[in-house]
Nanobody, 114 residues
Framework: VQLQASGGGLVQPGGSLRLSCAASGSIFSLSTMAWFRQAPGNRRDLVAAITSGGATNYADSVKGRFTISRDNAKNTMYLQMNNLKPEDTAVYYC?????????WGQGTQVTVSS
């Protein structure tokens, strides 16, 4: 499984971004997908996850602002991020958890700054 994350960038506080994670392979629809983020000097933390059945969970810090979704027909996962805050600044990584193990994308930088 190969994952390609995209959609990061520089945005002002209160702004929005949508991240995408495109996956190769035929197991996407059977996999639990997730977004993690890592700021400099910090550990990599879970942001949001979505199961193959569509169940979702979020870190408390992003509840009500971020929405995770997936399109199995396109083998793609999304993270809609609204009302962004400076503390959301980090490299965002997508991850696929399947019967073949854990697979990580290369990360995309999100910077929230005025």
């Amino acid at each position: 499984v190969q994952l390609q994350a995209s959609g990061g960038g520089l945005v002002q506080p209160g702004g929005s971004l949508r991240l995408s994670c495109a996956a190769s392979g035929s197991i996407f629809s059977l996999s639990t997908m997730a977004w993690f983020r890592q700021a400099p000097g910090n550990r990599r933390d879970l942001v949001a996850a979505i199961t193959s059945g569509g169940a979702t969970n979020y870190a408390d810090s992003v509840k009500g602002r971020f929405t995770i979704s997936r399109d199995n027909a396109k083998n793609t996962m999304y993270l809609q991020m609204n009302n962004l805050k400076p503390e959301d600044t980090a490299v965002y990584y997508c991850r696929c958890a399947s019967t073949k193990g854990l697979h990580w994308g290369q990360g995309t930088q999100v910077t929230v700054s005025s």
